[in-house]
């Protein structure tokens, strides 16, 4: 009876002491106030745009990609193709 008063207790003081303990300080990730947080640039990642099928041959596909803003080397395209192929056939990525 004792542990059940006791353990009762301490859910209710714990949910009143939240917010207090939780919002005590000034939270971080907000600006000073009046100041205007811009946006960050533009940010085009390497995206799969499209999928060629050939009529004649059902299961022969051609990927098409577009590398994005970066600039990236042919292994890093090979790779980041590859992960996006792996995502569209839904196989998981092992690395």
Sequence with gaps: MFLRKFVI???VLAHVLSPVILYAGEP????????????????????LKGIRVYPRNPLRFDFILDKGD????????KSESTRL???FFCQPDNS
């Design 85 to 87: 192929i792996k995502y």
């Design 9 to 11: 207790i301490w859910i």
């Design 28 to 47: 971080i990730l907000t600006p000073p106030g009046g100041q205007v947080v811009s946006l960050s640039p533009a940010f085009n990642p390497p995206v």
């Design 70 to 77: 970066e600039r990236i080397t042919n292994d890093q395209i």
